[in-house]
């Protein structure tokens, strides 16, 4: 059997600007993980060949793992199989089972990885849009608000006596009285009463010259 018959399975680990990394993947020990991967032997006793990748593409799903099949596995069909967001232990040692059983196009994907199984094409997921019906609501809510506001300021207003800003409201100057005007109210009612006074002295002269008629 050739060396290219009896190629054991691969590993292509991404370890670069986002994968193995603390900023991206907090709380994981980066380097035990590949290490731990670097020591994977396949059931004929091989040590599986690791190659580290500065980037594969998908960020948004690392760490990433690309599980190539052997030269049996090939053979049988099998092709390579990308794994999304391998950062724990039983992960890692899910892989290292299924490369001791044949790894891809021998041996089935393990029950654990199938969720983590991607693409090189693989799209991260767009967030979420708000619906029409939140965004109207939001819209409402806001709109409810400020009449709110503008009737408790409107009610203060009233209240208290305060403008639209609730500051108080200044209290309006008198008029000044124009010079003079005074005296000439004055002088207007002693006229009056002068005119009253001769109209009753004429009335009362007459009342007496008709009394002296009648006498005579």
Do not use: Y
Request: charged share 40%.
């Amino acid at each position: 059997m050739s060396a290219v018959e009896s190629a054991p399975c691969k590993l292509t680990v991404c370890r670069g600007c986002c994968c193995g990394t603390k900023k991206k993947v907090p709380g994981v020990d980066h380097k035990a993980q590949l290490a731990r991967l670097s020591a994977i032997d396949d059931h004929a006793a091989r040590r599986v060949p690791v190659r580290t990748s500065k980037c594969l593409g998908i960020c948004f799903q690392a760490n990433v793992v690309v599980v190539q099949p052997s030269a049996e596995g090939r053979a049988a069909g099998g092709r390579p199989v990308w794994l999304g967001a391998i950062t724990e232990d039983k992960l890692l040692d899910a892989v290292d089972d299924w490369i001791f059983e044949g790894g891809p196009g021998v041996a089935p994907l393990p029950a654990v990885l199938e969720e983590h199984v991607t693409s090189k094409d693989a799209k991260k997921p767009k967030k979420r849009k708000k619906s029409e019906r939140s965004k109207a609501a939001k819209k409402e809510r806001k709109k409810a608000g400020k009449k709110a506001k503008k009737a408790e300021k409107k009610a203060e207003k009233k209240a208290g006596g305060a403008d639209a800003d609730g500051r108080p409201e200044k209290p309006k100057p008198a008029k000044p009285e124009k010079a003079g005007t005074s005296e000439k109210t004055k002088k207007a009612e002693k006229a009056k009463k002068g005119k009253k006074s001769k109209k009753d002295e004429k009335s009362k002269k007459g009342k007496k010259s008709e009394r002296r008629g009648e006498e005579n």
